[in-house]
């Protein structure tokens, strides 16, 4: 297979691929966050003033105001949900039907991004050498699909795809995608022009800014940029093994590295020392020019991220304790080692996940308060993990550099891109979101794919020693089923994960088997069961696990109102408005509590009480017509 057909086809696969999984979730409701987001947000009703999108929050609430509990700022992914409803309407199809189309083009650009990785330890390799390298083409850019297929089936990414709202993540990844192939294409290489390199930077900038206003993590890009620049181009890796094991840096290309494993009797002297010089010439220009790039993009960096904090008006929000319970713990200690759990349970989603859940958040993930707590364990061996893969990456077998630091860029692509949603330096309104994982998964899965394809070459080295003549594909049989193996049982989890989220019983219910112990999956599943018994349970197992849940004690009163219990309704609206007094939020809860309470009374004939919480609810909301107009009819 020729490159050209190789660099079109094979990505193109992938993103077809990406299509199939995923088209079982073309008929699926709003559900979740679809409906704050989108069904209730005026701003993506075409009938509104469009400068209203660049004013407000993801939301739709105005940025910095009063009532908003988010500074969620996405102007272009609410532009394209409003492009939805002006063409399509309401249907939910339609609105499907992009996120698949932009997961495809991720998929397909992931792929692309995984064959710069791939190949960025090969750029010193000379095109004479280039050509002696049997099947390189073909197996680089198999490896590269291998990377791309795992990135498109993923299960972890049933959120980001089948949940409409998550839009933002896609739209994200694919400028992210593009700024990246733009800086790798056009930056790193050396035959480049410098009118070509000039240009550059405005079009990095530009996708810089239109991945952040997809959503914020987008920004992400700079630092990748500046890490993957750094591994390959400005000798970190053996300025770091200097630094740590007081060696002589090893600053030889990798084609050097063969040439110095040769026998140097047959090498004039003069001229090894000439070739060693003019490479390491070439290396001091390429670390020069690495940390020069590097400088530009911390620059671009400061000036978006400085930009973006302007639009962050008002005080900072601190999310309700259930939101994520970690926030609120006072010891340090303690909650940092929380914060670190939830960076295992994300990782661990990345490489099993079997487990999935919509919402980890509301007392799902108990909190830990004990150093004897199993949990930490777990935490600890991810940070054993990091450090051991971290040394065999940084200090592994020259025979292996290429593959090592293709790990290690890929290992950058993974960290940099979760960082801001870890919890670790930034308060997230989440414990754990499956969500947040679609761009880091690139770097898992392009890590994966580059240890099977080293396993591939060395199976291929074998078939050669013993003098068989066979194609790359029967080469790597044991390999390729493995990932066949893999790709299956993602394949299998992601369509039935896909039908999970197509309505919203089926998605509270698969998420309480996962969390029994989430509040909030409680509560949602009971208010999509009407006014049941059933209802009333999960209402009431939801205020049990989490007392100040104020939507709880409203819905659960109402549930009692409408079955004839008005009485029982008036007894948990004012527990609810007692416990919210103890622990207030942003939020309608009291005004909705007061003007159930004024109306329940004033149905009781209890006025005085009623205008009692009438007056109140004014007091919360001063604008509420309905407690006004309630308010007039109650007799002097």
């Not at 400088?295 to 939101?323: C, E, H, Q, W």
């Not at 330096?425 to 979101?433: I, S």
């Not at 109102?561 to 942003?586: C, D, Q």
Request: aromatic content about 12%.
């Amino acid at each position: 297979m020729t490159f050209v057909k190789s660099s079109f086809i094979i990505p193109l696969c992938v993103a077809v691929i990406g299509v199939a999984v995923y088209a079982n979730s073309l008929n699926g409701d709003f559900v979740f966050d679809d409906m704050p987001a989108i069904k209730d947000n005026s701003d993506v009703n075409p009938e509104t003033p469009w400068k209203n999108v660049f004013r407000n929050n993801f939301w739709g609430q105005q940025m910095g105001s009063g009532a908003s509990q988010h500074y969620s700022y996405r102007p272009l992914t609410t532009l394209t949900f409003r492009w939805n409803v002006a063409y399509f309407g309401w249907d939910t199809f339609s609105f499907h039907a992009v996120n698949i189309i932009l997961h495809a083009v991720a998929s397909y650009l992931i792929t692309l991004v995984a064959h710069v990785l791939i190949v960025g330890q090969q750029r010193a390799v000379t095109q004479k050498e280039r050509k002696n390298e049997s099947n390189g083409t073909s197996q680089t850019w198999m490896v590269a699909g291998i990377a791309g297929v795992l990135f498109a089936i993923h299960p972890v990414h049933t959120e980001a795809v089948a949940n409409i709202v998550c839009r933002a993540e896609i739209l994200s990844c694919v400028f992210w995608c593009l700024g990246f192939l733009a800086y790798a294409h056009i930056l790193l290489p050396n035959r480049n022009s410098s009118t070509k390199k000039l240009i550059a930077w405005p079009l990095i900038f530009l996708l810089t800014v239109l991945s952040v206003a997809s959503k914020e993590q987008g920004i992400m890009l700079l630092p990748t940029l500046a890490a993957v620049d750094l591994i390959f181009y400005g000798g970190v890796v053996e300025i770091i093994s200097t630094l740590i094991c007081k060696k002589e840096c090893r600053t030889a290309s990798p084609s050097t590295s063969k040439d110095f494993g040769k026998d140097h009797t047959i090498i004039k002297k003069e001229k090894l020392k000439m070739k060693v010089a003019q490479q390491n010439n070439s290396v001091e220009t390429n670390m020069m020019s690495s940390f020069v790039r590097v400088g530009i993009l911390v620059a671009i960096f400061s000036v978006i991220y400085a930009s973006r904090l302007t639009f962050n008006s008002g005080g900072p929000i601190k999310p309700d304790l259930k939101t994520n319970p970690a926030n609120h713990i006072e010891d340090f200690t303690f909650r940092v080692l929380n914060k670190s759990y939830y960076v295992f349970l994300h990782s661990w989603l990345l490489v099993f996940p079997a487990q999935l859940c919509c919402d980890w958040s509301s007392y799902g993930v108990e909190i830990i308060e004990e150093w004897g707590d199993y949990r930490n364990v777990q935490t600890l061996s991810l940070l054993l993990f990091l450090v051991y893969t971290l040394y065999l990456l940084l200090f592994g077998s020259p025979r292996t550099r290429a593959v090592r630091h293709t790990c290690l860029a890929a290992l950058a692509l993974t960290i940099t891109t979760f960082l801001p949603a870890s919890g670790l330096f930034l308060e997230v309104g989440f414990v754990v979101a499956e969500r947040v994982l679609y761009l880091p998964c690139a770097g898992a899965c392009i890590a994966f794919a580059v240890l099977c394809g080293q396993l591939m070459a060395d199976q291929e080295v074998e078939k050669k020693e013993e003098g068989e003549g066979k194609s790359l594909f029967k080469k790597n049989t044991k390999v390729l089923i493995g990932v066949a193996i893999v790709v299956a049982l993602m394949c299998s989890r992601t369509w039935i994960r896909n039908t999970e989220w197509g309505n919203v019983i089926s998605l509270y219910k698969s998420g309480l088997k996962v969390l029994p112990g989430n509040a909030k999956l409680h509560h949602n599943y009971a208010t999509s069961l009407g006014h049941t018994k059933e209802a009333e349970y999960h209402f009431r197992t939801s205020i049990h696990i989490y007392p100040y849940y104020a939507s709880a004690y409203i819905n659960l009163g109402v549930n009692l109102a409408n079955t004839n219990r008005l009485s029982e309704a008036v007894a948990i609206w004012e527990e609810g408005l007692v416990m919210w007094r103890k622990r207030p939020i942003v939020g309608n809860d009291p005004s909705v509590l007061t003007t159930n309470l004024g109306i329940a009374n004033m149905n009781l004939g209890n006025y005085g009480v009623a205008r009692k919480y009438f007056e109140e609810c004014l007091r919360y909301d001063p604008h509420k017509q309905l407690c006004k107009s309630k308010l007039a009819m109650l007799p002097k």
